[in-house]
C-alpha cells in the first residue's frame, strides 16, 4: 500500500504551493516529485486530497483533485489552561500528545510558583503541527502566549469550568463524574486548569472557586503536570465523544 504523505496548508484551498518549510521537507527530504499524490491539512476542519504539478528546490506546487470534512471525534470545545514544567520538554510531550488525542486550546499559565516564567510557543507551534500530522488530525489547537493566572480567570465567564488540585481537607469533585454528566445534546465548552510542579497556591485556588470553577480531581495517584494534563484531556475526550 503506497504511504499517505500529509502536509499542513493553512490556506490549502486558495493556494497552489506548498509552505516554504512543507516544500523543503516534500523535495528534499521525501524526494516528491510531479505527479505524486498528497493530503493537505489546512487545520479547520478540511482534507485535500492532490497532485504533485511541480516541485523544485524553491517551490512545490499542487492541485487540488478533492476534498473533504471527516466529523469531529468529539462534542463541544477543549480548553487546557496549564502551567509549564520547569524541564521544557516535558510540556512538549505534554502538546503533542494533547494533539493527538484530541484538543482545541492550550493555554500555558504563569501561577504563583511557577517554575518557568518564559516560553517559546513557536517551538510549541511546530510540535503541534508534526503531531497534527502524525495523527491526521483535521483541527489545529490554538497554541497561545504565557498568561498571568489571573488574567485568564478573568477572561473565563462560562462553560463547565474546573481546577485542579491537590491541597488536602478541600472539598474536591471527580473530574471524570462531571465531565460524564454533561447531557450528551449540549455542545459544552470545556476548561480545566493544571497547577505547576508546586501546584495552584491557595489563592489562586480560592480566586479560581470565586470565579465560578469547580476544584477536582483526576483521581487517587498523585501525578505529575504533565500527566495530569494529558490525563485531563484523555477525560474529556473520552466522556465527549461523538
Not at 145 to 153: E, G, S
Request: net charge negative.
Amino acid at each position: 500500500m503506497k504511504e499517505q504523505r500529509f502536509f499542513y496548508v493553512p490556506d490549502a484551498a486558495h493556494s497552489q504551493l506548498l509552505p516554504a518549510e512543507e516544500a523543503a521537507h516534500a523535495v528534499r527530504v521525501l524526494r516528491l516529485h510531479e505527479g505524486d499524490e498528497v493530503f493537505l491539512l489546512d487545520g479547520t476542519g478540511s482534507v485535500h486530497r492532490a497532485n504533485i504539478i511541480s516541485a523544485s528546490h524553491k517551490q512545490c506546487a499542487y492541485s487540488i483533485t478533492d476534498t473533504v470534512t471527516p466529523p469531529r471525534t468529539w462534542r463541544g470545545h477543549i480548553t487546557l489552561a496549564i502551567a509549564p514544567t520547569k524541564m521544557m520538554d516535558r510540556m512538549e510531550w505534554l502538546v503533542e500528545k494533547a494533539t493527538e488525542v484530541g484538543i482545541d486550546e492550550v493555554v500555558p499559565l504563569l501561577c504563583h510558583w511557577s517554575e518557568r516564567r518564559q516560553l517559546r510557543t513557536d517551538r510549541l507551534e511546530k510540535i503541534v503541527v508534526g503531531a497534527m500530522k502524525q495523527s491526521r488530525k483535521t483541527w489545529k489547537p490554538q497554541v497561545h502566549d504565557l498568561t498571568p493566572f489571573r488574567q485568564f480567570i478573568a477572561s473565563q465567564s462560562s462553560g463547565h469550568r474546573f481546577i485542579a488540585h491537590c491541597h488536602e481537607g478541600d472539598e474536591r469533585h471527580d473530574l471524570f463524574q462531571l465531565l460524564s454528566q454533561i447531557p450528551t445534546a449540549e455542545e459544552p465548552q470545556v476548561t480545566v486548569l493544571i497547577g505547576p510542579e508546586g501546584d495552584f497556591s491557595p489563592e489562586e485556588v480560592q480566586v479560581a472557586v470565586e470565579a465560578g470553577f469547580l476544584p477536582v480531581t483526576l483521581g487517587s495517584s498523585r501525578l505529575r503536570t504533565e500527566t495530569a494534563g494529558l490525563a485531563a484531556v484523555m477525560m474529556a475526550n473520552l466522556t465527549l465523544r461523538i
